[in-house]
């Protein structure tokens, strides 16, 4: 017990806490990516807003949830104190010493680009997660055809909505819910706000290329046999595939909707 603080207040055990909380929100980042991809069905919300419900009653889901803001602020505060202590043991050094032409552009701005995602999640948080836990949504009730699968819907008031819930009568499924997808459709038509997360996309794809690979460098993951799949995947798979995926939501309510 007695040695653990030191390993961890030392800048090797700094490095394995911000890349275990780095891969932890990367992992995140592909299930929210999925689940967020239920935006683009045409049902009116339908999917979108179970999966909303899901996501924040489920018993194991919330529990992840807490472990995911935790690793949010973890990781924020270990890369400002490394940042720090980076800057304070080599003032002057590294840019004598050429360091600035040896290392990739968003190595050297990570926390240019910390900042940057750390903006946008509070601003995700209060457009959407705020929003949906206080009732500042608006209401909806689906209809399911369970014959047929035709799925009609109409808004409620908010003395109609009780709690989410799901009845079925005659063979029609019967859905009140918060719609969180009408509240998103409300947020992207303000072309600030979508020109900010495209930005800010643009920002998690760089610093994800560089961090994803960092992470597993300082886990000892060094061998010749495992760098090209992690390369491949922090360019690809969250350079490329998950940014874009991620930017096209709001343009596709702005531009589409």
Known sequence: MSNSKPVLSSSIGRKLIMSLTGIFLCTFLIVHLIGNLQLFKDDAGYAFNNYAYLMTHFAPIKVVSYLLYASIIIHAIYALVLTLKNRA??????????????????????????TVILVFLATHMNNFW???????????????????????????????????????VNNVEVTKARDLYKQVDFAFQNIGLVIFYVIAMIALAFHLIHG?????????????????????????????????????????????K
């Open 89 to 114: 043991a080599r003032p002057i050094a590294y840019a004598q010493n050429g360091g600035k032409a040896n290392s990739k552009w968003n190595s050297r701005n990570m926390g240019i680009l910390g």
């Open 130 to 168: 705020w929003k949906y836990h206080n009732d500042q949504t608006p209401y909806i009730e689906y209809s399911k055809d369970l014959a047929t699968g035709v799925v009609t819907s109409k808004e409620i008031s908010a003395s109609e909505f009780h709690d989410y819930q799901v009845t079925v």
């Open 212 to 256: 994803f690979q960092s992470a597993f460098q300082s886990l000892g993951f060094a061998h010749k046999k495992y760098v090209p799949l992690i390369k491949g995947l922090s360019v690809w798979l969250f350079g490329v595939i998950i940014p874009i995926g991620f930017a096209l939501m709001p343009l596709y309510f702005y531009f589409v």
